[in-house]
């Protein structure tokens, strides 16, 4: 099983479940912003404990790696539990969409885009992907989510939504690190 054809089973499962869901993180930026290689695939989804025991069914061992424990742990935490793929060694990081209103609002304006050929998915916008970024840098420090964002501003800087991000930056406590991003992308 490739990544792709692992993400598209997770996307029809979540869709067939009509579980909101949208793909974020490196896969999302990618699409946005720079080509780099990624085995993370970071999907959020709008998961209740209702939803749980039917999820699990679509990924039976040992085909698949799911600890029911881990996914009740993470609807109850908002949390995040994996999928596993062993004969690939593919995972998909599941994130429960946590109950803020930045959280609702980014699940809400998800968009629909090409995920492979003759299927389409739902997306993280290219705004909340950086504020995401930018929250993940402020609590690990990793320089490579400052590089997602700055590959983001060049590849779809016209079409990110500046003031969006300034308003929710402030908000989110994240207003000097995304100055200091502008500032080190050229765009002041």
């Not at 979540?14 to 009509?18: A, D, G, K, T, Y």
């Given at each position: 099983?490739?990544?792709?054809?692992l993400l598209r089973?997770?996307?029809?499962t979540?869709?067939?479940?009509?579980i909101?869901?949208?793909?974020?993180g490196?896969?999302?930026?990618?699409?946005?912003?720079?080509p780099r290689?990624?085995?993370?695939?970071?999907?959020v989804?709008?998961?209740?404990?209702?939803?749980?025991?039917?999820?699990l069914?679509?990924?039976?061992?040992?085909?698949?790696?799911?600890?029911?424990e881990?996914?009740?742990?993470?609807?109850?935490?908002?949390?995040?539990f994996?999928?596993?793929?062993?004969a690939?060694?593919?995972?998909i990081?599941?994130?429960?969409?946590r109950?803020?209103?930045?959280?609702?609002?980014?699940?809400?304006?998800?968009?629909?885009?090409?995920?492979?050929p003759?299927r389409?998915?739902?997306f993280?916008?290219?705004e909340?992907?950086?504020?995401?970024?930018?929250?993940?840098?402020?609590?690990?420090?990793?320089?490579?989510?400052?590089?997602?964002v700055?590959g983001i501003?060049?590849?779809?800087?016209?079409?990110?939504d500046?003031?969006y991000i300034?308003e929710?930056?402030?908000?989110?406590g994240l207003?000097?690190?995304?100055?200091a991003?502008?500032?080190?992308?050229?765009?002041?």
């Open positions: 099983m490739t990544q792709a054809e089973y997770v996307v029809e979540l869709e067939e479940q009509e909101p869901y949208m793909i974020g490196s896969q999302a930026a990618v699409y946005y912003g720079e290689f990624t085995r993370d695939v970071d999907v989804a709008g998961l209740g404990p209702a939803q749980i025991h039917a999820l069914a679509r990924f039976p061992a040992p085909d698949f790696y799911v600890s029911g881990a996914a009740r742990e993470a609807v109850e935490t908002r949390g995040q994996n999928i596993i793929h062993p690939s060694g593919l995972k990081d599941i994130f429960v969409n109950d803020t209103p930045y959280d609702r609002l980014r699940l809400e304006r998800r968009r629909r885009l090409p995920l492979v003759g389409d998915a739902w993280a916008r290219a909340d992907v950086i504020l995401y970024k930018l929250i993940y840098y402020r609590d690990g420090q990793s320089e490579l989510h400052l590089r997602d700055i501003l060049r590849v779809s800087g016209d079409e990110v500046s003031r300034t929710w930056a402030e908000r989110l207003g000097s690190l995304w100055d991003v502008l500032k080190r992308a050229g765009h002041e």
